[in-house]
């Protein structure tokens, strides 16, 4: 029904920058929210980033005034600009998009390394 296809992601020294990308396909109306999650190794998955249909964003704590969500023209995709990366950003990072009495729709996933 829902396809959530990911890229962008990668290895990158710490102080560098990354942007992921996150196009979406298939029966997409009424999409409430899209945003970004992260799981590192041995951790529970964690919100990074949110934005909804008005553009109303909130971020995790760590990573305010360094990552930046916005959605494309097409309301169809989502990006996070990812600067200053630290190595505690290393995790594999999901886009995930809400859809309105559909439920919550998933990526399959890019790898983020950032090396020190």
């Known amino acids: 029904q829902v396809q959530l296809v990911e890229s962008g992601g990668g290895l990158v020294q710490a102080g560098g920058s990354l942007r992921l990308s996150c196009a979406a396909s298939?029966?997409?109306?009424?999409?409430?929210?899209m945003g970004w999650y992260r799981q590192a190794p041995g951790k529970q998955r964690e919100l990074v980033a949110h934005?909804?249909?008005?553009?109303?964003?909130n971020y995790h704590d760590s990573v305010k005034g360094r990552f930046t969500i916005s959605r494309g023209n097409a309301k169809n995709s989502v990006y996070l600009q990812m600067n200053s990366l630290k190595p505690e950003d290393t995790a594999v990072y999901y886009c995930?998009?809400?859809?309105?009495?559909?439920?919550?729709?998933w990526g399959q996933g890019t790898q983020v390394t950032v090396s020190s």
């Open positions: 934005i909804t249909t008005t553009g109303s964003t």
């Open positions: 298939g029966f997409i109306n009424n999409v409430n929210y």
């Open positions: 995930t998009m809400g859809i309105l009495r559909m439920g919550q729709y």
